[in-house]
């Protein structure tokens, strides 16, 4: 399949334009959206297919003011005034999946209980992968996006993820965001200052 650049329209909406919020409109953001989101963030790429992220969308008031409990002042305010605020964690045992994940060779799953520390770093930065393609799926869609840390990780586990293997790791905003109240772009490293083509 030969793939061409996507428009300039499409480029702006991803990255060009998008902007992290820090204040929502009341839109509501549909169960169906939210399983849309899902279906194209899951899609994208991670180690041996392991797929360790587990998202627990908070879209009850109920559900955000916990959340916000958790989390600092400023923090807070934009859990609640947000249509959902999703927590983005990951399965520290997510090996126990693989045989389904990866069936040509279910035998990796031994690659990861045979090393603890394999296993966390797996999860962790596959995890953390599966957050932002959840954030670019959602802004593909039509949605914007708030990510934060700024929480209590241990609290949000006990509250949220109680008798479980997973860990959080960072939440993200997700709705119409008001244009009013974001900041400024920020500067950005320039390709010098990042990179290098050895």
């Not at 991670?46 to 008031?61: E, G, I, K």
């Not at 957050?131 to 241990?154: E, H, K, T, V, W």
């Not at 905003?173 to 490293?189: A, M, Q, T, W, Y």
Request: charged share 20%.
């Amino acid at each position: 399949m030969t793939h061409q650049p996507l428009p300039d329209a499409t480029l702006d909406q991803l990255f060009r334009e998008a902007r992290s919020q820090n204040g929502w409109k009341e839109t509501p953001v549909s169960q169906t959206l939210l399983r849309a989101v899902y279906d194209l963030a899951r899609m994208g790429p991670t180690s041996a297919n392991c797929s360790p992220a587990r998202f627990v969308f908070c879209a009850s008031q109920e559900a955000k003011e916990k959340l916000a409990s958790f989390a600092s002042a400023a923090n807070a305010t934009k859990i609640v005034a947000a249509p959902v605020t999703v927590i983005i964690g990951h399965d520290m045992k997510f090996y126990d999946k693989i045989p389904e994940l990866f069936p040509h060779n279910p035998g990796a799953r031994d690659w990861f209980t045979s090393s603890a520390a394999l296993a966390e770093t797996t999860a962790f930065r596959n995890g953390t992968l599966q957050g932002a393609y959840l954030m670019i799926a959602a802004r593909a869609l039509g949605l914007d996006c708030g990510p934060m840390s700024g929480f209590d990780n241990a609290k949000v586990d006990a509250a949220f993820f109680a008798g479980s293997d997973v860990k959080s790791n960072f939440i993200c905003s997700i709705g119409e965001g008001d244009p009013s109240k974001v900041f400024g772009r920020l500067p950005r490293l320039a390709f010098e200052d990042a990179c290098r083509i050895d």
